[in-house]
């Protein structure tokens, strides 16, 4: 069918064979932990999806970035989650890069060796200000240790370096926003369990914690990000990629519900477009910034990532209105006879909590609409 046909042909193209190895899978399976998701995933190169090609890596652009999770999301929800976390990192050290500088050589590496990135950037708690970690930072005879937790970290127990997010002194004396990256084997890094809901259970969810760590300062990119938590350009880069990402995956998990009442046998009874048009609209949005930000002439500003936020939040109700019309449509055998429904839905309605969420961004988006520089709440 025609439904998810383009999605999976980019995931095809650029990821070969993981479509057809998730899909051999039963979906609580992949949903498990340890997930076979994440094997195949680096089998297939999945961890230099955003590399440049120049380094390696499949060079994939931000239209096909998202396509490419939707895709992922229609067959292993988890994974789609558990590789923004990796993507967006990736996608990070790709806007910072020097010519032939350390980010060029980690990045040739991810590629050649299928290394996983995960993210300790946003803290996943309420009220908590997503630029302001719980990691700290301490320059100690010329290394820097880190100490602190990020949790929920996903790729926790595959992950070969955490890239977190901490607050190191500059030279002036400010605190500024600083980027680490943790090699996974370093000396007192630990994983520990912290995800006890079986949702999403196979994106490794877990807490990592960080203890007198010590990094070399080459392992620490500093910003110009303070405490006033207004994105310098690397952050906003960041910010966009994530929010693109992660809404693509999720509207991918949502339209594996509706691809189940569209393949049910007998077909719908009623209109298709119904279950459809909602998850297909908000792909449109999210595809008309991944275009924005495939455009060498368009700035990567704050007008961009209040288009992201606006396709991301527009996601979430397009999501939480198909998923419950598609169980209806499925029916009470359906749900009995199976738990997929029930679990793609519940799935899908985790978008809205990752950060920054909607509430969360009310009072700096209206600032921002009144001519003020966007805050990330």
């Known amino acids: 069918m025609y439904f998810l046909q383009r999605e999976r042909a ?19 399976r992949l949903e498990s932990a340890p997930s076979p998701a994440i094997g195949a995933f680096r089998a297939a190169g999945g961890p230099g999806l955003l590399v440049p090609r120049a380094l390696g890596g499949k060079g994939a652009s931000a239209l096909e970035a998202v396509r490419v999770q939707r895709a992922v999301g ?29 980010e060029e050589q980690l990045l040739a590496s991810v590629a050649a060796d299928g290394l996983l990135l995960a993210s300790g950037f946003a803290e ?21 240790v880190l100490n602190g937790s990020k949790m929920p970290c996903s790729l926790a127990r595959s992950m070969d370096l955490l890239t977190a997010s901490v607050l190191l002194a500059d030279e002036d004396g400010v605190e500024r926003l600083a980027v680490a990256l943790v090699p996974a084997g370093s000396p007192g ?11 999403l259970a196979g994106a490794e969810s877990e807490q990592v914690v960080l203890t007198e760590v010590e990094l070399d300062r080459g392992q620490v990119l500093l910003t110009e990000v303070t405490a006033d938590a207004v994105p310098d350009d690397l952050n906003t880069a960041g910010f966009l990629w994530f929010e693109l990402l992660l809404t693509a995956g999720y509207l991918g998990v949502a339209s594996a519900l509706v691809e189940r009442v569209l393949t049910k046998p007998g077909g719908p009874p009623e209109d298709p477009a119904i279950h459809l048009v909602e998850v ?24 961009l990532l209040v288009s992201a936020l606006t ?67």
Not at 191 to 199: A, E, G, S, T
Request: charged content about 20%; hydrophobic content about 45%; overall charge positive.
């Open 189 to 199: 890094v630990e994983v520990r369990p912290f995800w006890r809901n079986p949702v």
């Open 311 to 377: 396709a991301r939040y527009a996601a979430e109700d397009a999501i939480a209105r198909t998923t419950r019309g598609c169980l209806s449509a499925l029916g009470g055998m359906a749900f009995v006879g199976s738990g997929d429904g029930g679990y793609l839905a519940a799935a899908a309605g985790a978008l809205g909590f990752h950060p920054p969420a909607r509430a969360r961004m009310a009072g700096p988006l209206r600032e921002y609409l009144g001519g003020r520089p966007l805050r990330i709440g």
């Open 10 to 28: 980019a995931l095809q193209a650029h990821l070969p064979g993981l479509d057809v190895a998730l899909a051999a899978q039963p979906l609580e």
């Open 74 to 102: 229609s067959r292993c929800p988890s994974l789609a989650v558990a590789t923004t976390m990796h993507h967006f990192s990736v996608a990070g050290l790709v806007r910072s890069a020097a010519p032939g500088g350390a």
């Open 280 to 303: 297909e609209a908000a792909m449109l949005a999210v595809e008309a910034v991944a275009r924005a930000l495939d455009d060498e002439d368009q700035p990567w500003d704050d007008g």
């Open 124 to 144: 996943g708690r309420a009220g908590q200000n997503i630029l302001k970690p719980h990691i700290t930072a301490q320059l100690r005879g010329g290394k820097v």
